[in-house]
Structures are given as C-alpha cells and as structure tokens.
C-alpha cells in the first residue's frame, strides 16, 4: 500500500518521535527522547498501566493528513488514522504483516485466499473490498490451495501448508472458518500443494524433497511418500491423475507414479517410482535464447572503407581477427512452474540465473523433442497456472509483472507490472474471468477488473452456509513445533511396539526362570 509513497511533512526525526509510540496513549513533549529512543512514559500511573497493556506498534510509514490526523502503517499489519491531539487511533484496515507466500481464489464466488509469512490466513471479497475471515497460526504459510468442484463441489475447502510441515483443511462456514483436519505429513516447510484432478489425492511437496501423498476421500489418511535429495519447488498432476510431475530445486524434473494401495505396516517411505525428464535440451535451447538477447544488445561493425587502390582484399580480410565468443554457462536453476497438458506435453519454467536469460515458458515433450519457448515476460516466471474457466493461462514473473493470455490460440494478451521485483508472486483469474487477484512477497494484493468482462454473481450464498458450531466440533490443532510428523509417529509407535514385545518377552523368560528355580529348590530340599 505505501511501496511507493513518499514521506512528507515530517514534524521531528521519525525514529525518535514515533519509536516507541503507543496506539492510543499520548507521547511525551519533551525534545529528548534520550538514546534508547522511545518517548517518555506518560506521569499518570493510569496512562503507564494502559500503556503497559497496550501492543508496541511497528511503524514503517507515517503521512500527514489535515490538521492533527496521520496515516500510520504498522508493521504488525494495520492501517491507522491517528490524531496526535487527541491521542486517538482508529483502525482503518488489516492485512498481513510481511509478505504472502501463496495465493488462490475461489472456484465459486469472488473470494480470494492468501496466506502470509506472519502465519495469518485470510479470505477476501475482491469486489467489496472487505476481508471475510483471519485466522492465525504457529508458523509461517507457505502454500494455499482452494479446492476445485472434483473435491468439494460447494466450493467451501481450503488447504494450507505451513512452515513447520502442518497441513491444515478449512471449511469456509457462514461465520468463518473452521479446522476440518490438521495433520503433520513433513518435518520441513511444505512448498507445494496440488489435488489430482479426479479428486481423490492430495500431494504435498516440502523443502526436504519429500512428496506425501493422502487419500481426500478417506479424510486425507496418508498413503505414503517419496524421497529425493533437492527441495519440491513446483508440481503438477497429468491430466488423467496417473501421474504426478515434480520439479525440484537442483534442477531435475521426475514423473512420479502415485502409490494405489501401498504396504505402510512399517513405514509411510515408499520406492521412488518414477521416469526422470532429460534437461540437456532445455540447457541447450536456453543458451541460445540467452545468445540471441546478448547479440542484440551489440553495436552494429562500423562499416570499412573499400580498400585502396592496388590493396589485395583478401590480405585485409586475413589481417582481421574475429572477436572470442564469450562463452555462456547456463547453471542448473530451480524448476519455478510445472503444467501439463492433455497431449501429454508439458510446460516449465526455470530459473534463469545467468543474468541475461529471458523469462521463458519452455513446451517440453517426453520423446526428447526440442523444447519450444515462449517469452512475454522480462525475469524468470515463478507462477504459471490455467484459469478456473480454462480459457486463460496466467503468469507471474520475478520482475513484479503479470500476464493473461489465451489458452488457445495466439489472440490478444494482457500483460502489466502492478508489484515490485518478487521471488513469490502470485495471480490467479475470477471464476468469471473478470478480475485479476495478484499477490507475492511485497505484502501488496493487487485487483485487475478485466475491461469487457461482466462480473457474474457468486454460485455460493455464504449467508446460507453452516455455522462454525452447526458443523460440529473442530479438529484438535498442532502447535507444538516438536510434535511428530505422520513418518516420525509411525517410527515411534513401531520401536514402542518393539521395545513392548521385548520387554514382554523378557518377563515372560523372567518368570520361567523363576519357576524353574523354586521347582529346584522344592526338589533339593526333598
């Protein structure tokens, strides 16, 4: 909201004035705060005991109104209108405190969910502006997700991933949300959510390169995991829910085989299943882009003059040296973006970390054809996903841009710049295709109207909807950052069950020896 204001009208230096200012308490007039910074503590015991129950605001942006008002950003996640008069702070708007790290709108209505570092997820109504639902958590969010029609048909199921490894299902009901299920399937932050599209899994991708897979329709019972050694940076499901793409951080992409009725008697770990993708050829067709964008930026040869007369061509043109190439190392980068198609092709973005790579989405085939790229975007595309209408791919690039375009066809496109650089940038279209919802790690959430497009009503009446109470009693949380993962708890209660049958095994041999030795006893005292 304030990224790009400018500071103005400042009454004193604003680290000592407002370091230490307090909503609603009235800041000392002396003209020296003292090193520490922070205002002097009001004389009143009444005026200490309510600035001691009061919250420390984070101020990071203060603009002067009319008179004695200001316009305060906390960095809590707040807006105020503050009155230094009358030392009154009136709330005007809430958000996340730091960045978002995911983002998804809803299939039915125009709602949106984002899902913040500062561990608060949210729901918003983009056309009224107005924030549904807040709910806060032990740790950061770091992956969102609003289930689609194969899974929940009234559109009311969110799921988050969280830092520590939960995962946690909401239920959208008429007075909020409510914790449907709260499971732990890793030990590190999950990156990456993605429902098979017929609706019967979820996988969940982490930082420590495990895919878990669960079972929705069972309520989300775990049917096991695969592990490789590079973090889960992007999944995508095929099309017909038989395979699961995996891009990951060391650069290699794997079609893993989902499991179908795993043996978990000893361990969720299963067999890594799967056919890994050939990256030579995309190494390749990026070096030329890369080329090409270098041979670009060169200043023309100046033109030589003919030579004199009685010069012999030839010699001059031996004389001539031609300038080194510069050699172009393409690094491995992160796979950032999978989709697949129905053709059975796929479409991927890598991070272009040369410096001088074009931002491209590369067609890739598994028969070893040569990927085709396609570029709109000026950095490296960190999201890429298909409308809920499927007639619109949308893409988000590191630079802050923003792009839709046609899934089919080379029609017409929108393409703009509403955010700052951002390493997690997000967009996603209505479910009418009439607003553009965007959001990344700037903090800022952004909303397009499409021109042309008529907003359609919500096919969700969410005053008709449950209560949280009528829904009956909520899942029991974790929040306890020791608590076990589904793996850890199957290992712990398998070495219980060991170390139980030992000791049970060595009571049993305890007390034959027992009656044994007083049998002997009975005989040696015949």
């Not at 807006?79 to 030392?87: D, F, S």
């Amino acid at each position: 909201l304030f990224r790009s204001a400018q500071m103005t009208s400042w009454q004193s230096d604003p680290k000592t004035l407002f370091a230490s200012w307090r909503h609603g308490v009235q800041p000392s007039t002396a003209k020296s705060p003292g090193p520490a910074g922070g205002c002097r503590k009001p004389a009143a015991a009444a005026g200490a005991a309510r600035a001691a129950a009061t919250r420390t605001a984070r101020i990071t942006h203060m603009i002067r109104g009319s008179g004695d008002e200001w316009v305060v950003q906390d960095a809590a996640g707040a807006l105020y209108v503050t009155n230094l008069e009358e030392t009154t702070s009136t709330p005007i708007l809430h958000f996340h405190a730091g960045g978002v790290g995911a983002l998804d709108i809803s299939p039915v209505a125009h709602a949106v969910l984002t899902a913040g570092a500062d561990g608060s997820v949210r729901t918003w109504d983009y056309v009224t502006k107005r924030a549904l639902t807040v709910n806060r958590f032990s740790a950061a969010a770091t992956s969102a997700c609003w289930a689609g029609s194969a899974v929940d048909t009234e559109g009311r199921t969110l799921v988050v991933g969280f830092a520590d490894g939960v995962l946690r299902v909401l239920l959208r009901c008429r007075d909020g949300v409510r914790l449907h299920k709260v499971l732990k399937p890793h030990g590190s932050a999950i990156s990456f959510l993605a429902y098979s599209p017929d609706g019967t899994r979820l996988a969940t991708g982490a930082a420590d390169g495990s895919v878990f897979f669960l079972n929705v329709k069972e309520e989300y019972a775990p049917l096991g995991f695969m592990q490789v050694d590079a973090a889960v940076t992007a999944m995508a499901w095929t099309v017909d829910s038989r395979g699961l793409l995996a891009g990951y951080a060391d650069g290699s992409v794997r079609e893993l085989d989902p499991p179908i009725d795993p043996d978990t008697s000893e361990t969720y770990r299963l067999e890594l299943e799967c056919r890994e993708f050939d990256m030579g050829p995309v190494d390749e067709a990026r070096k030329a882009l890369i080329k090409e964008a270098r041979d670009k930026l060169k200043p023309p040869k100046p033109e030589k003059p003919p030579p004199a007369e009685g010069e012999d061509p030839s010699l001059e043109a031996e004389e001539e040296e031609e300038e080194p190439e510069e050699e172009i190392v393409v690094s491995t980068g992160a796979v950032r973006c999978i989709f697949c198609n129905v053709d059975g092709s796929f479409l991927m973005t890598v991070d272009d970390d040369v410096g001088a790579g074009p931002g491209a989405v590369w067609r890739c085939e598994w028969d070893g054809a040569t990927p085709t790229p396609t570029t709109r975007h000026g950095g490296t595309v960190v999201d890429f996903t298909l409308a809920k209408s499927e007639k619109y791919y949308v893409s988000t690039a590191a630079d802050g841009s923003v792009c839709v375009v046609p899934s089919e066809g080379d029609g017409p496109y929108w393409q703009g710049r509403p955010h700052g650089a951002s390493r997690t940038l997000s967009a996603r279209l209505s479910f009418d295709d009439a607003f553009i919802v965007s959001a990344g790690e700037d903090g800022t959430l952004f909303v397009t109207k499409v021109a042309g497009a008529a907003a359609r009503d919500s096919m969700l009446n969410a005053s008709a909807l449950p209560t949280r109470e009528e829904e009956g009693k909520e899942a029991a949380d974790i929040t306890d950052p020791k608590h076990y993962s589904i793996e850890e708890a199957k290992q712990k209660d398998e070495s219980d069950a060991r170390e139980a049958a030992a000791n049970a095994k060595k009571k049993t041999v305890s007390e034959r020896v027992e009656d044994l030795r007083k049998k002997f006893a009975g005989i040696a005292e015949e």
